[in-house]
């Protein structure tokens, strides 16, 4: 009678024991959803810079030093301050990193949320426009850079976001275009893409 007693105080007791171990992992799992959701929505309320569109202001036959015109928009919550941004171009076949040219770095100054900004700049390399079509489609300008910002919810801290277009030097059409068209990004890392990580 006693032993049975026994068997029935231990089967409640794993009983207890299973439920109070399922029920531990359900608040972990329900605190990691709200961790989770919480980190979403402060990423949400944050700026984020992305640049939309780019073309040339001249086309790369006749510019003596390529200029760019960049359209830049605050996709984020709350307005981006201190925005910045820089570019530079070149042929590159394949996925490379690049170094940025912040001497070509103009500061644009706030974009707030939903709004853009356009912005030209200026390269400091020459172009002796000895551009070459030569038909093959693996044969790109490409023009790329980085972006900077800051904004409330980051503490300050800048962010940064690399952006890449391209021109195709396939036709003759592509020396007197001034469109220009988006890269595959994942392809391009600059240099403060690596920094801070």
């Known amino acids: 009678m006693k032993y049975k007693k026994n068997l029935r105080n231990n089967g409640v007791e794993i009983t207890g024991l299973i439920i109070s171990t399922f029920a531990f992992f359900i608040s972990i799992k329900s605190c990691s959803d709200s961790t989770r959701a919480l980190n979403i929505s402060l990423n949400q309320s944050m700026a984020f810079v992305q640049v939309v569109d780019a073309e040339l202001v001249n086309s790369i036959d006749s510019a003596s030093f390529i200029e760019v015109k960049l359209t830049l928009k605050n996709l984020g919550l709350i307005p981006a301050r201190d925005v910045k941004v820089e570019f530079d171009y070149g042929i590159q076949i394949g996925s490379f990193e690049f170094e940025g040219n912040s001497t070509t770095r103009k500061e644009i100054g706030s974009i707030g949320q939903g709004f853009e900004k356009v912005v030209i700049l200026r390269s400091n390399k020459r172009n002796f426009r000895l551009w070459e079509i030569k038909g093959?489609?693996?044969?790109?300008?490409?023009?790329?850079?980085?972006?900077?910002?800051?904004?409330?919810i980051s503490d300050n801290k800048e962010k940064k976001v690399d952006w890449c277009f391209e021109l195709k030097l396939d036709k003759k059409e592509a020396l007197t275009t001034k469109k220009l068209n988006q890269s595959d990004s994942n392809r391009f890392k600059s240099r403060y893409s690596q920094m801070s990580q």
């Open 136 to 152: 093959r489609m693996f044969d790109v300008l490409y023009f790329y850079g980085t972006a900077f910002y800051k904004d409330r």
